[in-house]
């Protein structure tokens, strides 16, 4: 069964700033209120509250990525700008990014030419857990941000000559905002601050989210069919609400010019003729637990 086209669906296309801004008031208000739990709680309640925080900084992903495609809202602009500024918290460069997910779409599941398999998926227990684990993620970012400080981005193929110079000036602006924000944070309000209220949340959390992602092609076809390369997963609504619809993933990756608000739209289109429709992140992990012993 093939997919429709892509002038089949592009009924589904409209970007909307409405949309777009009201889900990122949704997910700012998520980060107030989560933000002041970590503010009042009180003694050891505080980790809770971190995890928490944590959560809700790290599925900033969502906006992140959805702005790399210019869909979360109509205007080009505020897809820039909000796009930048949430990737921050998790040393994401949205400049960089957009390159690295561009490459990603053009070449999914190719071994050699999807940058999302130079880490390939675990195949081992010990690997598993060092993915989920976060280790390989964060050494990826740090050694990002090193090579646009010296300017050099030759290591990476998706990032063309005439594009370097843009994504090493935003490499250098992030790390000055962050390093520099950590720094005033803990003058005016204490060392611990950053520690509380970035650092932590994130170490804490960046985990789920790796869980959360080796789910969107992890044991899918390494073909070219976008039924079969890419996964969905049927969640909670509040997974979807914090994800931006992200889980209908194979959805977006067949017509990523569909913004997020229409993804729900487009599964019921597509949901008979997907070859990867998994009921929830927990059974997924399950069963590829049970694959990796095996």
């Known amino acids: ?43 050891w309640w505080v ?36 796009g930048w500024l949430s990737g921050l ?24 030419r999807d940058p999302e398999l130079a880490t390939p998926p675990p195949t081992t227990l010990d690997g598993y857990l060092l993915r989920v684990l ?43 905002v962050m390093a520099g924000g950590a720094l005033v944070s803990a003058a005016l309000f204490g060392w611990a601050t950053p520690f509380l209220f970035w650092v932590l949340p994130q170490l804490m959390a960046q985990p789920l989210l790796r869980l959360y992602l080796l789910a969107e092609h992890t044991g899918c076809s390494t073909d070219r069919n976008g039924l079969t390369n890419t996964r969905t997963v049927l969640t909670s609504p509040l997974i979807r609400l914090l994800m931006w619809n992200m889980p ?5 990756h067949l017509y990523p010019f569909i913004p997020f608000h229409r993804l729900g739209d487009a599964h019921r289109v597509l949901k008979e003729r997907l070859g990867y429709l998994q009921p929830g992140y927990a059974r997924f992990h399950r069963d590829y637990i049970r694959t990796l012993r095996a």
């Open 1 to 43: 069964m093939e997919a429709p086209s892509a002038t089949e669906m592009k009924g589904l296309a409209g970007r909307s700033d409405t949309e777009g801004w009201r889900q990122l008031a949704i997910h700012a208000a998520l980060l107030l209120a989560t933000g002041t739990l970590v503010a009042l709680a009180p003694g």
């Open 47 to 82: 980790v809770p509250a971190m995890l928490l925080l944590g959560i809700v900084q790290a599925a900033l992903f969502a906006p992140f990525h959805e702005t790399s495609h210019y869909t979360a809202f109509a205007s080009r602009r505020a897809n820039a700008a909000i």
């Open 89 to 112: 918290p998790a040393l994401y460069n949205w400049h960089f990014y957009q390159l690295y997910h561009t490459a990603h779409h053009r070449f999914t599941q190719d071994p050699e």
């Open 134 to 176: 976060s280790i390989p993620y964060w050494r990826f970012r740090l050694t990002v941000l090193a090579a646009g400080l010296r300017c050099d981005l030759s290591a990476y193929p998706y990032i063309g000559e005439a594009q370097a110079p843009r994504v090493i000036r935003s490499i250098r602006a992030e790390v000055a």
């Open 248 to 252: 209908y993933h194979a959805e977006h």
